[in-house]
Protein backbone atom coordinates (compact mmCIF):
# COMPACT_ATOMS: atom_id res chain seq x y z
CA UNK A 1 0.00 0.00 0.00
CA UNK A 2 1.19 3.60 -1.15
CA UNK A 3 1.63 5.88 1.47
CA UNK A 4 0.53 9.85 0.83
CA UNK A 5 3.46 12.27 2.50
CA UNK A 6 1.52 15.43 3.31
CA UNK A 7 3.40 18.12 2.17
CA UNK A 8 3.02 21.44 4.71
CA UNK A 9 3.65 24.40 3.19
CA UNK A 10 5.25 27.81 4.95
CA UNK A 11 1.82 29.32 4.90
CA UNK A 12 -0.03 26.01 6.76
CA UNK A 13 2.33 25.91 9.40
CA UNK A 14 2.26 29.58 10.55
CA UNK A 15 -1.55 29.08 10.81
CA UNK A 16 -2.77 30.09 7.51
CA UNK A 17 -4.95 33.05 6.32
CA UNK A 18 -5.69 34.73 9.81
CA UNK A 19 -2.59 34.57 11.69
CA UNK A 20 -0.59 35.78 8.46
CA UNK A 21 -3.46 39.11 8.55
CA UNK A 22 -2.66 39.27 12.12
CA UNK A 23 1.22 39.52 11.49
CA UNK A 24 1.29 41.84 8.71
CA UNK A 25 -1.39 43.80 10.51
CA UNK A 26 1.20 44.19 14.05
CA UNK A 27 3.56 44.61 11.92
CA UNK A 28 2.06 48.25 10.43
CA UNK A 29 0.36 48.76 13.88
CA UNK A 30 3.93 48.76 15.27
CA UNK A 31 5.18 50.70 12.36
CA UNK A 32 2.65 53.49 12.97
CA UNK A 33 3.68 53.17 16.69
CA UNK A 34 6.91 53.04 17.47
CA UNK A 35 9.18 55.78 16.72
CA UNK A 36 11.78 53.39 16.18
CA UNK A 37 10.60 52.63 12.98
CA UNK A 38 9.69 56.23 11.89
CA UNK A 39 12.06 55.90 8.57
CA UNK A 40 10.33 52.82 7.58
CA UNK A 41 7.14 54.58 7.98
CA UNK A 42 7.97 57.50 5.93
CA UNK A 43 8.22 55.70 3.13
CA UNK A 44 4.61 54.55 3.35
CA UNK A 45 1.46 56.79 2.51
CA UNK A 46 -0.62 58.08 5.01
CA UNK A 47 -2.98 55.34 5.10
CA UNK A 48 -1.34 51.97 5.11
CA UNK A 49 -4.64 49.68 4.63
CA UNK A 50 -3.02 49.67 0.99
CA UNK A 51 0.39 48.56 1.94
CA UNK A 52 -0.48 45.98 4.40
CA UNK A 53 -2.83 44.29 2.25
CA UNK A 54 0.36 44.10 -0.55
CA UNK A 55 2.43 42.62 2.29
CA UNK A 56 -0.26 40.16 3.09
CA UNK A 57 -0.72 39.37 -0.66
CA UNK A 58 2.90 38.92 -1.18
CA UNK A 59 3.33 36.55 1.81
CA UNK A 60 0.45 34.14 1.69
CA UNK A 61 2.06 33.45 -2.25
CA UNK A 62 5.55 33.08 -1.04
CA UNK A 63 4.90 30.85 1.90
CA UNK A 64 2.91 28.86 -0.50
CA UNK A 65 -0.22 30.02 -0.11
CA UNK A 66 -2.52 31.38 -3.01
CA UNK A 67 -0.79 33.17 -5.29
CA UNK A 68 -2.60 36.57 -4.17
CA UNK A 69 -0.20 39.00 -5.06
CA UNK A 70 0.67 37.78 -8.50
CA UNK A 71 -2.85 37.38 -9.73
CA UNK A 72 -3.33 41.39 -9.01
CA UNK A 73 0.13 43.03 -10.12
CA UNK A 74 2.09 39.80 -11.62
CA UNK A 75 5.39 39.16 -10.77
CA UNK A 76 6.38 41.10 -7.18
CA UNK A 77 9.91 42.79 -8.64
CA UNK A 78 10.34 43.44 -4.91
CA UNK A 79 13.91 45.31 -6.21
CA UNK A 80 12.38 47.10 -8.81
CA UNK A 81 9.03 47.99 -7.06
CA UNK A 82 11.47 49.59 -3.81
CA UNK A 83 13.40 51.44 -6.40
CA UNK A 84 11.91 54.57 -5.22
CA UNK A 85 12.82 54.53 -1.81
CA UNK A 86 16.11 55.16 -0.09
CA UNK A 87 16.74 51.84 1.39
CA UNK A 88 19.70 51.34 3.80
CA UNK A 89 21.06 49.93 6.35
CA UNK A 90 19.09 51.42 8.98
CA UNK A 91 15.41 51.04 7.06
CA UNK A 92 16.66 47.22 6.40
CA UNK A 93 16.99 47.06 9.79
CA UNK A 94 13.69 48.68 11.11
CA UNK A 95 11.98 46.71 8.38
CA UNK A 96 13.75 43.31 10.38
CA UNK A 97 12.80 44.17 13.57
CA UNK A 98 9.45 45.36 13.34
CA UNK A 99 8.53 42.12 11.23
CA UNK A 100 10.76 40.13 14.06
CA UNK A 101 8.27 41.86 17.01
CA UNK A 102 5.59 41.16 14.88
CA UNK A 103 6.11 37.60 14.69
CA UNK A 104 6.58 37.24 18.83
CA UNK A 105 3.19 39.53 19.36
CA UNK A 106 1.13 36.90 17.53
CA UNK A 107 2.38 33.77 18.88
CA UNK A 108 4.67 32.30 16.19
CA UNK A 109 6.75 29.44 17.21
CA UNK A 110 10.58 30.69 17.54
CA UNK A 111 12.13 28.26 15.36
CA UNK A 112 10.00 29.36 13.18
CA UNK A 113 10.25 32.99 13.60
CA UNK A 114 14.33 32.52 13.33
CA UNK A 115 13.77 29.97 10.26
CA UNK A 116 11.67 33.18 8.51
CA UNK A 117 14.07 36.14 9.64
CA UNK A 118 16.78 34.35 8.05
CA UNK A 119 14.72 34.77 4.81
CA UNK A 120 13.45 38.23 5.75
CA UNK A 121 17.20 39.02 6.10
CA UNK A 122 18.38 37.73 2.80
CA UNK A 123 15.72 39.82 0.94
CA UNK A 124 15.77 43.00 3.03
CA UNK A 125 19.44 43.12 2.55
CA UNK A 126 19.38 42.46 -0.60
CA UNK A 127 16.85 45.46 -1.20
CA UNK A 128 19.14 47.97 -0.55
CA UNK A 129 20.09 50.72 -2.91
CA UNK A 130 21.62 53.44 -1.20
CA UNK A 131 25.06 53.73 0.75
CA UNK A 132 25.21 53.75 4.30
Known sequence: MATMTETRTLYDIIGGADKLRAMVDRFYDLME???????IRAMHPP??????D???????????GPDLYQ?????PRLRARHLPFAVGSSERDQWLRAMAWAMEDVGIDEDLRLRLMQSFYQTADWMRNKAD
Not at 33 to 39: I, S
Not at 71 to 75: A, L, R, V
Open 33 to 39: LEPEFAG
Open 47 to 52: STDGSR
Open 54 to 64: KLYWFLTGWMG
Open 71 to 75: EQFGH
